[in-house]
C-alpha cells in the first residue's frame, strides 16, 4: 500500500518541522515553499522547553547544540535605571520542564531542520513554489502550484497551510487576516565585543520601559548579541520591504533616550537595524476545512511577547505528527489537531498581548507593576510559566 500522502505549503520553522513529524511516521511530504531560497531573516530565537522538547525527539535538538546557548537566567531590569526587577533563573529549567530552555540563531535552527529533511527520502522540498489554489475532495484534496509563470497540479490526502502571517491557506478557508498591531520589532545582532560588559552575561534581559520594550541575548557561544527593541510606531512599508526594512537609528537614540546608559550603549552598538511590522489577530474558530489544516502563524497569528510564535508552530507540528499516524480517517485526525491545539494556542495568543500591556505601563501603573515583580521574586515567577514550558502540556496534554 501506498504510504499517505501530505502537501505542505511554506517551509518556514513549522513546515519544516510538520514534514519531520509526519515522514518519520511514514508518510510521504510534498513541501512547497513559495521563496526561491530560504533565507536566514530573522536572528535570535528563544526556545522554550514546550518546544525544545519537540525538536530533541526529531534529532535536531542534537545537531543544535553546538550553536546552541542555554542562558542562565532571565533578568528584568527597568528602563529608567538599570535596576533588575525580577531575576528568574534557568538552569533548572530542564528538570523543572522537562526539556533544556535554549536560544538560538533561526538560521541555525533552519540549516538543522534541512539537513534532517536531507536524509528523510519521503520529503521532497521544491522551492520557488507557492500553492496558489486547492480544493478539498472526498479522497483528496487538489493542489495548484504557481511556479514562476508556470501552473502545476499537484494532489494530496490532505493539505497543510504552513504559509505564515499572511497565509493564502487561512485567506482561502475565509479566516480573518491579523492585522498590524502598531508595534514594530527591530531587530539587530551586535559583536559581543562591542557591547558593555554587564550586556555579554548569559543571560535573557528584558528592559521594561514607556510604550517600549528591548530584549537581549547573547548567541553562538557569546560571540553576538540578538537585539530587539520593541516600540509603537506609524509604519507605511513599500511592498518590496514590507517584512525587513532599514532602521534609521536615529529613531531609535530619540525613543530610547531617557533610558539606562547600559541600554543605550547597547542598542549604539548595533551595526545597522531591520525592522518589521508586528501581527496580531483574535483566535479564529476554525483551523481545518475537511482535508485543510492551518498550523503556525498562519493558523494563530501572534505577538512576540512570549516568545512563543516558533514554539507553538513546533507545538502544532508535533500534534500533526501524533494525531495524522495514528491510521484514523485524515478529516477526523485533523479536528483532533484542532482539539487538542486550538485552545492551547488561543491562551498563548491572548497572554501575548495582555503581556504587552505590562510591558509598557507607565506612570504609577508601572511603579505597581514593578513593585508587584518584586516581592514576587524568581522562583514564584517561574512558576508562572509552568502552564507554558512544562514540555508535558505541549501536544495538547493541558491540565
Ligand atoms: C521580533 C520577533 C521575535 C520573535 N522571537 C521569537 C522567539 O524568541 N521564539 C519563538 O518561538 N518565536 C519567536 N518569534 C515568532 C516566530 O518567528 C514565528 O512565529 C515563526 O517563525 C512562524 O513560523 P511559521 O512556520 O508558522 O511561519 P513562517 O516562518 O513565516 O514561514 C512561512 C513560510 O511560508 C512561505 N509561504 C508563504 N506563502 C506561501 C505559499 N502560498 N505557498 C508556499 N509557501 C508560502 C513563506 O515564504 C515562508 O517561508 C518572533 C517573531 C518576531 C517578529
Redesign the pocket.
Known amino acids: 500500500m501506498n504510504p499517505p500522502h501530505a502537501v505542505i505549503?511554506?517551509?518556514?520553522?513549522?513546515?519544516?518541522?510538520a514534514s519531520l513529524c509526519l515522514a518519520r511516521g511514514g508518510w510521504r511530504v510534498s513541501l512547497?515553499?513559495?521563496?526561491n531560497v530560504?533565507e536566514a531573516t530573522?536572528a535570535?530565537?528563544?526556545?522554550?522547553p514546550n518546544?525544545s522538547a519537540i525538536l530533541g525527539r526529531l534529532g535536531v535538538i542534537e545537531r543544535l547544540t553546538p550553536f546552541a546557548l542555554r542562558p542562565k537566567a532571565v533578568r528584568i531590569r527597568r528602563a529608567r535605571d538599570g535596576a533588575t526587577l525580577a531575576l528568574m533563573p534557568l538552569d533548572d529549567a530542564e528538570r523543572r520542564w522537562g526539556a533544556p530552555y535554549l536560544?538560538v540563531h533561526?538560521a541555525d535552527l533552519q540549516r538543522a531542520l534541512l539537513e534532517a529533511i536531507a536524509r528523510e527520502s519521503s520529503i521532497r522540498l521544491q522551492m520557488g513554489?507557492?500553492?496558489?489554489g486547492f480544493a478539498s475532495g472526498e479522497n483528496s484534496v487538489a493542489i495548484a502550484?504557481?511556479q514562476g509563470a508556470v501552473r502545476l497540479k499537484a494532489a494530496g490526502d490532505c493539505l497543510i497551510g504552513?504559509?505564515?502571517?499572511?497565509?493564502?491557506?487561512r485567506q482561502r478557508l475565509g479566516a480573518d487576516s491579523a492585522k498590524f498591531s502598531g508595534w514594530t520589532?527591530w531587530?539587530a545582532t551586535v559583536d559581543a565585543a562591542r557591547a558593555p560588559p554587564a550586556m555579554r552575561r548569559e543571560e535573557t534581559t528584558l528592559w521594561l520601559g514607556r510604550n517600549a520594550h528591548l530584549?537581549h541575548y547573547p548567541l553562538r557561544g557569546g560571540a553576538v548579541i540578538n537585539v530587539?527593541a520593541?516600540v509603537d510606531e506609524v509604519f507605511r512599508p513599500d511592498g518590496a520591504d514590507f517584512w525587513s526594512s532599514l532602521g534609521e537609528p536615529g529613531f531609535l537614540g530619540a525613543r530610547f533616550s531617557g533610558w539606562d546608559e547600559a541600554a543605550r550603549d547597547l542598542l549604539g552598538a548595533a551595526p545597522d537595524w531591520r525592522k518589521?511590522p508586528?501581527f496580531d489577530c483574535n483566535p479564529i474558530a476554525s483551523w481545518v476545512a475537511g482535508r485543510v489544516a492551518l498550523?503556525?502563524?498562519?493558523?494563530h497569528?501572534?505577538l512576540?511577547f512570549l516568545?512563543?510564535?516558533?514554539?507553538?508552530?513546533?507545538e502544532?507540528a508535533g500534534a500533526l505528527g501524533e494525531v495524522l499516524t495514528r491510521g484514523q480517517n485524515i478529516e477526523t485526525s485533523l479536528r483532533a489537531y484542532q482539539e487538542a491545539r486550538r485552545p492551547r494556542a488561543a491562551r498563548v495568543q491572548r497572554e501575548s498581548r495582555r503581556q504587552a500591556k505590562i510591558y509598557h505601563l507607565a506612570g504609577p501603573a508601572a511603579l505597581l507593576r514593578d513593585m508587584a515583580l518584586r516581592a514576587l521574586g524568581g522562583q514564584k515567577m517561574l512558576a508562572r510559566f509552568d502552564w507554558l514550558y512544562d514540555a508535558h502540556h505541549a501536544n495538547g496534554h493541558e491540565d
Open positions: 505549503a511554506g517551509a518556514g520553522i513549522g513546515g519544516l518541522c512547497y515553499e513559495k521563496a530560504l530573522g535570535g530565537l528563544q526556545l522554550s518546544a536560544v533561526r513554489a507557492a500553492v496558489a502550484i504557481a504552513a504559509d505564515g502571517v499572511r497565509s493564502f491557506v520589532a531587530r530584549v530587539v520593541i518589521s508586528l498550523m503556525g502563524d498562519a493558523a497569528p501572534m512576540p516568545a512563543q510564535g516558533a514554539a507553538q508552530a513546533i502544532d
